[in-house]
């Protein structure tokens, strides 16, 4: 079984929208590894705590780094030295062994018939039950609790009826529900889970690789160099691994030179 953490980077609006990208990341855990990877978590946590002064409780959000806020701010921890203990957190991830993840980018500059957070969450559901089907495994789904009522319906939804355009003709549908998907999502708050801060950290990295500033654009490579990326993924779509984009025209993405799929 696998355990689905996501969260956000970016608005969903597409109307006096302050972000230009709406980016959910999906951050997967097997059961078996659950234990050790939030111990490994613990200790990392106590790590920062013991050099860093940081307060094993505190709920650590790319944000907060970017824009010195919080515990950051209290501590009068320097700018350079947050970006270093964000890149000691990715290179955790990818090198602990417990996680893969993967990404869905929406472009909001280009026109969109459809929802935002509808289109990205519909594609991040349909990419894990793909993972799911070719690992042979059932998983769970744990959003950050802003988007859950959305979710639980979209998921109900797709477990019963889910036409998918087809890739190369772009007129048969194929009907492709998440039937390897368990039970309706479970809703976790930031503040108390440390798989969602994780996982906003990485949506966080790849939004600020796509708008660069202050150094933030060296944090997805971490990611991007290392085996974490889920790469069935990019196998619906092509491009780069580990990341659906839409409409495809991304420019600033990692995986910025597939075909536009209208
Ligand atoms: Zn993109």
Redesign the pocket.
Known sequence: MYLLYVDESGDPGLINSPTT?F?LNGLIVHSNAWFDALDGIIKLRKELKKEHGIRVRTELKGKYFYKNKGEFYEKKIKPEVRLEIYKKILNFEVTSGYFKTLFV???KSYPHTRDPKELAWQSLLERFQRFLQSAGERGMVFPDDGYIKFVTQLQRKMRRYNPVKSNFTGEFYTDYRILNILEDPSARNSVSSYFIQLSDMNAYA?HKY?TPARGYDTLYPILDSSNVLVAEVSKLKGGKKG?V??PGQ?E?????TIKNPF
Not at 252 to 256: E, I, L, V
């Open positions: 990208h980016i980018c929406v472009n790849l796509i990341i984009c839409w991304c600033g993405c990692p995986n910025s």
